[in-house]
């Protein structure tokens, strides 16, 4: 019927952006959503667009493992390999092709091609970014180091300053405040955007984004830097209220 169809699209265009948010985290509740597993090369459809504030971004977060087979010797993984802690080696682990045989470096299963947020909690001192699959495995550090070369980019993690690099260049240190060992990594792959948070349980604080063209699906990689260091792939904390409002 015509007419009918006409009064919903009223009702549809009439109804408050407030009653539409709720029924959009309504929809993300049944779905599963803040955190969904991801399954080879993934792309996430866009719920919505992340506008200034910072915390939209976690309506992109998504749930992330590390790969064994890239784990370097020195690296091991627990809490269902959401957790790599860099430990002195006690056996050398099985030979793979896509293991980092000199940096203490992992990688994630997932190649991401579109927007997706994710949080890292690190202590020793880390490098939290991404790369192609394509970084090497073997050569020497200046070649397969995270934010070394020009398929890799990564957020230094010391204590009190976060440091950007990309192709072996260091940006301008950040120290927010308050400081916190909790990082938050926003991609939108197709925009060319990769972002970073400093993350607190009252704050975030946006630290820095690169800007490029990206031209193939990017890993979530890690570089501890000393032993007992850890770095662990923690679950997104929605704020319902600002979502609400």
């Known amino acids: 019927n015509p007419l009918t169809t006409e009064r919903k699209r009223k009702r549809e265009s009439q109804r408050s952006e407030p009653q539409q948010r709720r029924l959009r985290i309504q929809v993300w509740i049944l779905l599963g959503f803040p955190q969904k597993n991801l399954t080879g090369t993934w792309k996430l459809k866009q719920l919505t667009q992340p506008g200034r504030d910072p915390w939209a971004v976690k309506n992109f977060a998504c749930y992330l493992t590390l790969d064994p087979n890239t784990a370097n010797s020195e690296l091991r993984l627990t809490d269902s390999n959401?957790?790599?802690?860099?430990?002195?080696?006690?056996?050398?682990?099985?030979?793979?092709?896509d293991r980092f045989e000199l940096c203490p470096q992992v990688l994630c299963r997932e190649g991401l091609l579109d927007s997706v947020y994710w949080e890292v909690e690190w202590s020793g001192g880390a490098d939290i970014g991404v790369?192609?699959?394509?970084?090497?495995?073997?050569?020497?550090?200046?070649?397969?180091?995270?934010?070394?070369?020009?398929?890799?980019?990564?957020?230094?993690?010391?204590?009190?300053?976060?440091?950007?690099?990309?192709?072996?260049?260091?940006?301008?240190?950040?120290?927010?405040?308050?400081?916190?060992?909790r990082v938050g990594v926003y991609l939108n792959w197709s925009a060319g955007c990769l972002s970073f948070y400093c993350v607190s349980r009252d704050a975030?604080?946006?630290?820095?984004?690169?800007?490029?063209?990206?031209?193939?699906?990017?890993?979530?990689?890690?570089?501890?830097?000393?032993?007992?260091g850890s770095v662990l792939l923690t679950q997104v904390e929605l704020d319902w209220e600002r979502l609400l409002q």
């Open 82 to 97: 959401r957790k790599a802690t860099r430990v002195w080696p006690e056996r050398r682990p099985s030979e793979h092709r």
């Open 131 to 181: 790369a192609y699959n394509a970084i090497s495995r073997d050569g020497v550090p200046a070649s397969c180091l995270l934010g070394h070369g020009e398929g890799s980019w990564s957020l230094e993690c010391s204590e009190g300053a976060y440091t950007p690099c990309h192709n072996n260049n260091r940006f301008r240190s950040s120290s927010p405040q308050p400081f916190a060992h």
């Open 204 to 228: 975030m604080v946006h630290l820095h984004t690169f800007t490029t063209t990206f031209t193939q699906p990017l890993y979530p990689c890690f570089w501890l830097w000393a032993y007992d």
